[in-house]
């Protein structure tokens, strides 16, 4: 259990990053944090809405992998 509850910690933190590099690649929609990360520039740029779109099902693709993971790791501390 123990190999089980590393591979559940290290997949959490790896998507954990992963998860906040994609949200601050979103384009701001107004003012608030992504403004302060240069996404005031981006949002006057003709963005594709395509990239848009794939970069918002990535983000919950991840998302759903990092709850997985904090469910299961809650499983195994839980069980073991």
Do not use: Y
Not at 35 to 54: H, I, K, L, P, Q
């Amino acid at each position: 259990m123990d190999i089980l509850k590393i591979v559940f910690e290290v997949l959490l933190v790896i998507t954990g990053v992963f998860l906040v590099l994609l949200i601050l690649m979103h384009k701001g929609k107004g003012g608030g944090m992504s403004d302060m990360f240069g996404g005031a520039m981006s949002s006057t740029m003709g963005g594709s809405s395509v990239a848009e779109r794939n970069l918002n099902r990535i983000t919950v693709g991840i998302a759903l992998v990092w709850l997985a993971c904090i469910i299961g790791l809650g499983l195994v501390v839980r069980f073991s």
